[in-house]
């Protein structure tokens, strides 16, 4: 079966290769072989076997009435997006790695998918190469699934571990994340969260079956966190994590992205480097966790192949999988983000403790680096803590995920 590739960047050449390399492999399991017939690119690659099947034209893939199963590795939410409705139009199934896209029109897509007989798929879009979108879809159909929280984003994860574990700097650490292609084209989508926040909408999304769109999503990135969180930290027994936690109540949603320090004792804790893991809480299966590498060419490659071969067999007859929309244009409940509850590590000035200690009730001390004065709140509220906060100089405030 013939397929195209839309981008030869850095996962869309790993798609290339990943079609090439396991070819014999795919043609066993899924029962179908792949033959990638284009690649489209803007820019040309002298000497690279792409040459054979470059084309600077999307009409050579959307018109070739061979080309059944297309990847979507470009990027961004303009042509990509043109770009796949029109494939999708054509009966041509989408799978992508876009998570901006899919964070911003999935619904949309998935309706026009349905609606053509054909599908759109995008696990390598949530955790690169780790199988996770499919599994919350289809092995836990028996869970009402309670919570998630995970690490969703490989730059941040990898800067903050060689921050904490070699005292690297963060333009250092970032610039590794860079030249191994973890990062986004802007990097200031990982670092202040917007990538993580994107997957979060996408996760949220599923699980309530409704649109849960970014701007729901509270986001802090991690460019205010310094050295000292890392201190406090390892005092706590804890490290300095982004996390995505996303809690459903009732019928309604919350879902937010922020460093947060996690315990020794947390499975998160362990989650190194571009490692990315999800810690799913469903009602009946209890805590699972999900594990592997959450960015780079071949891992993301790899998530994009499977769904490629899972649409290629649809095509081929050896499937009855149909297109059902993860989820509806319908906006999910959300719960304001004044409600949202969780304990903090605060740091004040040394001379601000007697007013810290009278605007939190219940605190529990810290041993302070020089000149600060530092505690665990209780849990509360985000309404709460503002209101305690406002008369008092907080030199830093960061989440702690302590609780059960
Ligand atoms: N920039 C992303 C990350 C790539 O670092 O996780 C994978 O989505």
Not at 327 to 342: D, H, Q
Request: aromatic share 6%; proline share 3%.
């Amino acid at each position: 079966m013939k397929v195209a590739i839309l981008g030869y960047g850095t996962v869309g050449s790993g798609v290339y290769e990943v079609l090439n390399s396991n070819k014999e492999i795919i043609k066993r399991k899924a029962g179908v072989s792949l033959e990638v017939a284009h690649v489209l690119d803007l820019r040309d690659f002298p000497g690279d076997p792409v040459e054979s099947v470059l084309t600077h034209d999307v009409a050579d893939i959307i018109n070739d009435p061979e080309v059944k199963v297309v990847a979507e590795v470009m990027g961004g939410v303009g042509a990509a997006y043109k770009f796949t409705k029109a494939a999708l139009e054509a009966g041509k199934s989408v799978c992508t790695s876009n998570k901006e896209l899919v964070a911003t029109h999935g619904s949309e897509l998935m309706k026009i998918a349905q609606e053509h007989g054909c599908r759109y798929l995008f696990e390598a879009s949530v955790g690169g190469g780790i199988p996770l979108i499919r599994p919350i879809m289809t092995a836990l159909h028996g869970d009402d699934i309670v919570h998630m929280k995970s690490i969703l984003n490989g730059t941040t994860n990898y800067i903050l571990t060689r921050m904490s574990e070699s005292g690297a700097g963060f333009n250092e650490a970032l610039s590794e994340a860079q030249q191994k292609g973890y990062a986004e084209a802007d990097p200031t989508a990982d670092v202040e969260g917007h990538d993580a926040m994107r997957k979060t909408a996408i996760l949220a999304s599923i699980l309530e079956g409704k649109a849960v769109s970014c701007e729901n999503v509270h986001t802090e990135g991690i460019s205010s966190v310094t050295m000292a969180d890392f201190k406090y930290a390892r005092k706590l027994h804890a490290g300095v994590k982004l996390l995505s936690v996303i809690k459903r109540e009732n019928d309604m949603i919350s879902a937010m992205v922020a460093p947060f320090l996690v315990r020794e004792d947390n499975e998160l804790f362990g989650v190194k480097g571009v490692k990315n893991a999800s810690l799913v809480r469903g009602n009946a299966v209890g805590d699972i966790m999900f594990y592997g590498s959450g960015a780079g060419k071949l891992p993301t490659a790899s998530a994009v192949v499977a769904d490629m071969a899972d649409a290629a067999r649809c095509v081929a007859g050896l499937s009855e999988t149909k297109q059902v929309p993860a989820w509806t244009e319908e906006p999910a409940k959300v719960i304001p983000f004044e409600l949202y509850e969780s304990a903090s590590l605060v740091r004040v000035a040394a001379a601000d403790e007697q007013a810290a200690r009278k605007a939190f009730k219940e605190i529990k001390e810290v041993a302070p680096l020089e000149g600060e004065f530092a505690f665990l709140t209780g849990v509360m509220t985000e309404g709460v803590y503002e209101k305690a906060v406002s008369g008092l100089n907080i030199i830093s405030r960061i989440r702690v995920d302590f609780t059960e």
